[in-house]
C-alpha cells in the first residue's frame, strides 16, 4: 500500500492546499507516483491544477457515495519533463457527502474502505487535502491515513486551533485509527523580514520539538499566482525560492520515510 498522508489544519489559509499541490508535484519530480485526494468542497487543489470543475463526469463524491471505481474518477495531470500527477478532483458537490455520510454505517471509515478496496496499490503516495473544519470528512481522512501533515501559517494566531486539533486527532487514534501518526508541522509564509514570524518559528519548535520538519515554506509572491494559472509552482518557476522550499520539503519527506529519489531534474 503507499504511505497515505492528510494534510490537514480546521484554521484557513495556512497553506494547506498549496502544500497539498506542490508536495505532490515535487514528489513526482523527484520520481515518485503521487495520488491527491481533494477532499475539501471548494475544491481549490483541483481549481489549482487546472481541472475545468463542469467537464468532470465523476469526482471525489462518486468515491464516498456512489462507490464508483476510482480509476474512472481520477484525472493525471502532466507537470515538468514527462512527469505526471494524478487526482480525484472534487467539486462543491462534496459538501453534500459530508452529510449524506451520517446516515451510513461505520461512516467515520467510508473513504479508507473504498481505497482499500481499490487498485492504488501502484501509488508510492497518497496526498488527502483535507477541509478548513473538522468535519466528517476530516475525520475519514484521519482514517484512512497513515500519518497527519500540519501546515503552520508563521503569524501570531499559529498556535489557535492546534488543541482542538490534537485532541481530534487523539480521539482518532483512540477510536479509529491507533496507527496514525504525525508526519510533520511544516511553518509556511515565513517572511525573515518580520519579527512576529521568527517568534512563532521558536514557539512552534518549542512546543512540538522533533516533529516539526526541517523545511521551512517561505512567503512567497509566485506560490500565490501559481494557482490562477492552474499550475503547480515547478511549471509556474521551476526557479523561484517557493519552488526550491518545497523541492526541499519533498527530499525531506522521501528521506524521512527512508525512500530514495532522482536528485538530477531535468530542466
Known amino acids: 500500500m503507499p504511505k497515505i498522508i492528510a494534510v490537514i489544519n480546521q484554521k484557513g489559509g495556512v497553506g494547506k492546499t ?45 468515491l464516498l457515495s456512489a462507490n464508483k471505481d476510482i480509476s474512472d474518477i481520477i484525472k ?22 459530508d452529510i449524506e455520510l451520517y446516515d451510513l454505517d461505520d461512516r467515520e471509515n467510508i473513504l479508507k474502505k473504498n481505497i482499500e478496496s481499490q487498485d492504488v496499490y501502484n501509488f508510492d503516495f497518497i496526498i488527502i487535502d483535507c477541509p478548513p473544519s473538522l468535519s466528517l470528512l476530516s475525520i475519514n481522512a484521519l482514517s484512512a491515513s497513515n500519518t497527519i501533515l500540519v501546515p503552520i501559517q508563521c503569524e501570531f494566531y ?12 487523539n480521539l482518532v487514534k483512540e477510536r479509529i485509527n491507533n496507527n496514525l501518526q504525525i508526519e510533520g508541522f511544516l511553518l509556511t509564509m515565513f517572511d525573515s523580514r518580520n519579527n512576529i ?33 492552474g499550475k503547480c509552482i515547478f511549471d509556474y518557476d521551476r526557479f523561484c525560492l517557493g519552488s526550491k522550499s518545497y523541492m526541499e520539503l519533498s527530499k525531506e519527506l522521501i528521506s524521512k520515510n527512508g525512500g530514495d529519489y532522482v536528485e538530477k531534474i531535468s530542466r
Open 158 to 169: 499559529a498556535m489557535e486551533g492546534l488543541a482542538q486539533l490534537n485532541k481530534t486527532i
Open 197 to 229: 514570524c521568527k517568534t512563532v518559528v521558536n514557539e512552534v519548535k518549542n512546543y512540538f520539538g522533533e516533529e516539526v520538519l526541517k523545511t521551512i515554506i517561505p512567503k512567497n509572491v509566485k506560490l500565490a499566482e501559481s494557482p490562477s494559472f
Open 76 to 97: 493525471k495531470i502532466e507537470i515538468g519533463d514527462n512527469k505526471k500527477i494524478y487526482l480525484s478532483p472534487a467539486t462543491a458537490e462534496l459538501s453534500g457527502a
Open 18 to 62: 498549496t502544500t497539498v499541490v506542490n508536495l505532490s508535484a515535487g514528489l513526482s519530480l523527484l520520481g515518485k507516483k503521487v495520488l491527491i485526494i481533494d477532499l475539501d468542497p471548494q475544491g481549490n487543489a483541483s481549481s489549482g491544477l487546472g481541472i475545468d470543475k463542469n467537464s468532470l463526469n465523476f469526482t471525489t463524491y462518486d
